[in-house]
């Protein structure tokens, strides 16, 4: 110690240094935070609509080149509405927001899980209810304006085994679709009693399989409720309490788009 300190300067400092390990490295809570990951890889495996053009990657270079360095670089397409994805509101409602229209505190906003799985599981065209949500509001208190609303039903479960997932494997075939999916009583209660900024659930849709007329799709577009399709991970989030980000690659005047969600927990 500095002997140029005063008695009690050479105290407090002695103190200080009998506390430092005991101070924290990092900001308080940080390493309770943490990041889940929503969205499924875009790949060969990828399940798309049965009427739409699926992922596909082409290689346009992977190796060494002539003059040393290393390269990769490759060509993709594929449908707007396919894997983990966004509708926009467009999709279904004329003059409603297109992707690149979308405000960005529609995508970025705290978010909450409704679990409907028992009952899917039960029923694999299940209609999601108004009293789902009214069952999780009395346990949760109310669903605040402004939240992203995303439903469990345990869908993920069964990708990607395309037949199982939507019900069927066969190219262009809508008439056997079955998988859960939102009533437009359930649409109507999110988007004009609740206000909710956006929903998603685990499903290939918002309407359920059966569904011919798109009830759903065309409620939330009407009220420019984005949608997100084909969300996983939803069985490891909480109730409530976390936050989620879910930006769109920006397709000008798209009806849809690949979308990466992520689910923020934590201080």
């Avoid at 939330?220 to 936050?243: I, T």
Wanted: a negative charge; glycine letters at 8%.
């Amino acid at each position: 110690m500095n002997r140029l300190c005063s008695p009690l300067q050479e105290r407090i400092a002695l103190l200080l240094i009998a506390l430092l390990p005991a101070l924290p490295l990092s900001p308080a809570g940080a390493e309770e935070r943490r990041i889940l990951d929503l969205t499924h890889a875009f790949d060969e495996t990828t399940i798309y609509w049965p009427t739409s053009k699926s992922f596909h990657l082409d290689e346009v270079h992977k190796g060494p080149t002539g003059k040393g360095y290393w390269y990769e670089s490759n060509d993709i397409s594929a449908s707007e509405h396919g894997g983990t994805h966004l509708d926009a509101p467009a999709h279904f409602f004329q003059g409603s927001w297109h992707v690149d229209d979308i405000p960005l505190d529609r995508l970025m906003a705290p978010g909450i899980v409704v679990d409907v799985a028992a009952k899917a599981k039960k029923n694999p065209d299940y209609l999601i209810q108004v009293s789902d949500f009214l069952d999780w509001e009395s346990r949760h208190g109310r669903i605040a304006p402004g939240r992203i609303v995303l439903v469990r039903t345990g869908w993920e479960d069964r990708w990607p085994d395309k037949k199982r997932y939507l019900g069927t494997d066969q190219p262009g075939d809508v008439e056997h679709l079955s998988f859960p999916g939102f009533s437009e009583a359930a649409a109507k209660f999110l988007a004009k009693e609740r206000g909710v900024a956006a929903v998603g659930l685990d499903t290939p849709s918002l309407d359920h399989g059966p569904s011919k007329d798109f009830l759903a799709h065309r409620v939330f577009g009407k009220a420019n409720v984005p949608g997100f399709e084909n969300v996983c991970q939803l069985k490891d989030l909480p109730p409530s309490g976390f936050r989620v980000i879910a930006l769109p690659m920006k397709i000008g005047q798209g009806s849809g788009a690949p979308l990466r969600i992520i689910a923020e927990l934590g201080p």
